[in-house]
């Protein structure tokens, strides 16, 4: 059996970016940041922050993009995929 599944949890870091394909199919993009904050050994407070490329397709495109804004908290299901070129 394979899976590919993906959750996120994060803040949106600029305002979703939303465009037409010339077929006519709505297309979001957005930018999620999630960080992870621990204490290591010598007690000092430490943080790792990671970017997600998010895509989105069709009607949900267009609700991410009357809804949500640069800060929104947001959760994303979905496949993770590797691209060449940026879209």
């Given at each position: 059996m394979n899976l590919n599944k993906v959750f996120i949890i994060g803040r949106l870091t600029g305002d979703p970016q939303l465009r037409t394909t010339p077929a006519g199919q709505s297309v979001t993009t957005i930018s999620l940041a999630t960080n992870r904050v621990w204490t290591n050994k010598t007690g000092q407070r430490q943080e790792d922050v990671q970017f997600h490329n998010?895509?989105?397709?069709?009607?949900?495109?267009?609700?991410?993009?009357?809804?949500?804004?640069?800060?929104?908290?947001?959760?994303?299901?979905?496949?993770?995929?590797?691209?060449?070129?940026?879209l």
């Open positions: 998010v895509v989105i397709w069709g009607r949900q495109a267009e609700i991410v993009n009357q809804f949500l804004k640069k800060g929104s908290l947001a959760m994303v299901e979905g496949q993770l995929r590797t691209i060449k070129n940026h």
